[in-house]
């Protein structure tokens, strides 16, 4: 059983997202607590109002992309490279709790319903990142991390309208209407990549 360090454990770090500083729509906290020299928990809450850079993720037609979550997670960090150095190495295992709301966009020329355009719900995924912090003068931390989850969906997108018509398009990498309605059937499920920037202060005692 881990036990909690008497240093360590009263060592906190509470960081945001320096995305949310380019663009306010998109704002998240996190907060660490390290348990010992190697392992910490984390938590995080998020949200995104902007589809900027979710072009490949979302679907054809979008007209608004919001999405919240929470997130709870463990963090190892790789023997040799300890907390409080320069430079530390780490692995995340993480579990994900994701509300998102899919708008498309209305057609003038097309009486489909709003229930027919609209797809909203919660959405679970395990995910894994691996990444490494900077830490500059024992307080302040930048770090990154990259990796995959894996969303498995709890709400109908089904009732997506199946108008031919909506979802053809000239664009030639979008010219098949089966596919494009497929990509908003699919929406929050399965394989995507993940992405973690965090700019903070760590709390507490500094280590001896």
């Known amino acids: 059983m881990t036990t909690i360090s008497p240093t360590f454990g009263q060592r906190q770090e509470l960081s945001v997202s320096p995305i949310g500083f380019i663009e306010p729509k998109n704002q998240l906290v996190h907060y660490e607590r390290y348990v010992n020299v190697r ?71 097309l009486n489909i319903p709003t229930d027919s355009l609209r797809a909203a719900g919660i959405s679970l995924a395990p995910e894994l990142l691996f990444g490494g912090k900077v830490t500059l003068g024992n307080r302040v931390t930048l770090s990154g991390a990259i990796g995959a989850q894996y969303m498995v969906k709890l709400f109908q997108t089904s009732q997506l309208t199946q108008a031919r018509p909506y979802w053809e398009s000239s664009d030639s990498e979008r010219g098949d209407w089966q596919k494009n309605r497929q990509q908003a059937v699919t929406f929050r499920q399965g394989w995507c990549p993940s992405f973690l920037i965090t700019m903070g202060i760590i709390l507490g005692k500094r280590p001896k």
């Open 39 to 109: 392992h910490s928990l984390t938590a995080s809450l998020a949200y995104n109002g902007s589809t900027r850079g979710h072009e490949l993720l979302i679907p054809y037609r979008t007209e608004r992309f919001t999405n919240a979550r929470a997130v709870i997670g463990y963090r190892y960090y790789f023997p040799g490279v300890g907390i409080g150095d320069d430079l530390t190495v780490f692995a995340s295992a993480r579990a994900v709790v994701d509300y998102s709301l899919l708008k498309l966009s209305p057609n003038s020329r």
